[in-house]
């Protein structure tokens, strides 16, 4: 009798064993099946209508206008905002996937949807809508990711989050020096703190090599003996200032007033280049404080309401090679 109760009591936890089995390869058949490699998330289809972007502290929405065919800032159309970034997110968005789906089974901030890392919202052209929170990284390469009010996570590639990591100024097209040869420059003037003014001039010589003439404004023109080491230092001068280049938009419709939070009110220095290559013209730029990080400067081009960052290197480099041109030629 003993060893039949001990025969039941060991089939019944067989019994047990097999139905925790079970159990756990429904489970496991039910999650594999949520790994459906390259499902699609949303049903974008159709042509660029409309975004709303929430990223970086920023909640910005944007219309696309097809008849100027570009993206328009709904708050301000005058804003002059670069369409190529919208149109990737919109279209990542339209053909976007996921490695894994699975109904969450913890709450939303666990996969870092309270708040989002980012929140995008796009509507096509024949009316279709997706609404996504894009939460916490899973590592360098995945993101959790869910339909506004839905239940469903979605993993998804890092490279869609990435091209949400957007700011408004980001988005900016930014104004931009013009692209020039070191040949190309004429004329440069230059104003800066402990350089009087001066004004470099390059003109044409007949003996073989391009002669150089500097005009301090306190005094009259003189021309410089033909001398090629000095006529080198004006060549190394004019392929700094070419080199010059906008790295990014810092402010936009500012006024005067609000300049001098840049330090344009007291500029560090002022520089009016004048060009004649394949593109003829001139431009000012009027450089001010060093960003907080101290890499950049802010400028002004021309008379723009846009504040623009330069690299403060490069600038320093123009300027003091000025200084030591302008003591070589005393």
Known sequence: MAKSKKTLLILLCVLVLAAAAYIISVEVAKHKAAEDTGARVGALSGDL????????????????DKAQDKWLLDADEEYPLRSSPLNTIFNKMKSLTASRVFEATEG????????????????????????????????????????????????????????????????????????????????????????????????????????????????????????EALSKSFDDLFGYVSELSVESAADWKVTDTQAAAYGLNAPYAVLRVSYDGDKTGSYTLTVGALDEEGVTRYCRLDDSDMIVTVRATFIDRVLSNAAALASQTD
């Not at 209508?49 to 696309?64: D, S």
């Open 49 to 64: 209508n409309a975004l709303t972007l929430t990223a970086n502290g920023e909640t910005n929405a944007f219309t696309f």
């Open 108 to 227: 939303p901030a666990f996969y870092g949807f309270e708040p989002p890392t980012y929140a995008v919202s796009a509507v096509d052209a024949d009316g279709q809508r997706l609404d996504l929170l894009v939460g916490k990284a899973l590592d360098d390469e995945r993101y959790y990711a869910t339909e506004q009010g839905g239940t469903t996570v979605y993993i998804i590639s890092s490279e869609f989050a990435d091209a949400l990591d957007q700011t408004l100024l980001g988005l900016a097209r930014a104004d931009s020096l013009p692209t020039l040869n070191k040949k190309d420059i004429t004329e440069l003037d230059i104003t800066s703190e402990g350089l009087p003014q001066h004004l470099f001039i390059r003109s044409a010589a007949g003996d073989g090599y391009e002669r150089f003439i500097r005009t301090p404004v306190q005094s009259s023109t003189g021309e410089l003996e033909d001398d």
